[in-house]
């Protein structure tokens, strides 16, 4: 059988080792034949490159039916401003938003992204999905802006969606829920039977901007203008008795499913130590950095979640909220802002951790005998090691 013999100067493997001498043996078709020794193999035919060798990246959250949005949405509004943007400003030619999505995933293609949890409302991104060789899982979203007597119609229109993702494209994916703010106790009950006989990651936004713990602790500010803005009865919409939206949203979750939670920017140790003992199987934490920056300038104190021993996983979000699709460039953010993180850590969030939020972690997230992750070369152009991430470091998919 034909075989590829890679090796670099270092190898990562996406579950915390750094492996050197060594030779990734592949099949023809990308899965790991073997990791073996130097000397164990001849010298011909061997792929050597200089830089290191990590597993393709996962890209835990993003939205690829926003891609033709980019730069429309100014920097620094907050979160708000954001999502009255989106909702209002979407519309578009069925053209520009098919060709804009196309490009789209071919961005996340080149920059050795491998995996996707992906984000829909509409169903414009499928025929892409369908065709593409990234796997996307498909995060069908839902959210009735807290009115709760909208929750069955709303519940049904996303259904339809669903259905065609399915059905028609033949697609993964399921049901889940947009954000604690945006989502009444009536269409979380309508998700969990949804989700009951799957067994599905449940993907959420939590905790982006301060308004989202304004509503809880004193039932106003910018989201209540925000729904009455756009005609919205909220006298009794808002779930009281909470202290936080995390308590409020876990409540009506499952801990029994594999649970991601995304942005987190505002969680304090206090949330995370709630969620880590609410949670009764995997539960992931995904940090956007750069989309954090692009909306409301803050990051998240990944401080907290290291404390607390908590299981991180990067996303792009959108091209509406972000620059770039691209895991590395979200690395180079965070290691640039909070050095105290090592590169194996990141490269973990960037790979396994990712594929264990999908649960796709048999097959993908590490370099390991009888997955098929893909290969990504990382090299820095000035020459410097690319475990410093500087902004000249570059990635390269190997297969
Ligand atoms: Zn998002």
Known sequence: MKTRKITADRIYDGIGNCLEDKVIVLREDGEIADIVGKSQVGEAPLERYEGILTPGFINAHCHLELSHMKRLVDTGTGLMAFVKDVVTRRNAEEETIQQAIKTADREMAGNGIVAVGDISNVSDSFQTKAESNIHYHTFVEMF??????????????????????????????????????????????????????????????????????????????????????????????????FSSPIKYALQNMAPEKTTVLVHNTLCGPADIKFAEQWAGAGLYWVTCPSANLYIENRLPRYRYFKEAGAK?????????????????DEMKVIAKFQSQLGFEELIQWATFNGACALKLEDKIGSLEKGKRPGINLLWDENGEKPEQLAESVKVRPLI
């Open 144 to 241: 009735d802006f807290l009115q709760k007597k909208e929750a069955q119609k709303h519940f049904d229109s996303y259904n339809k969606v669903l259905k065609e993702l399915r059905g028609t494209y033949e697609l993964a994916g399921n049901a889940v829920p947009h954000a604690p703010y945006s989502v009444s106790e009536k269409l979380f009950k309508l998700l969990r039977d949804e989700n009951r006989h799957s067994d599905h990651p449940v993907s959420m936004h939590n905790m982006e901007t301060p308004s989202e713990l304004d509503l809880f602790s004193t039932g106003g500010g910018e989201i209540v203008d925000l729904y009455e803005g756009f005609g919205m009865d909220c006298s009794d919409c808002i779930p009281g008795g």
């Open 312 to 328: 991180m996983a990067i996303g792009t979000d959108s091209l509406t909220s972000n620059w770039t699709l691209s895991v590395l």
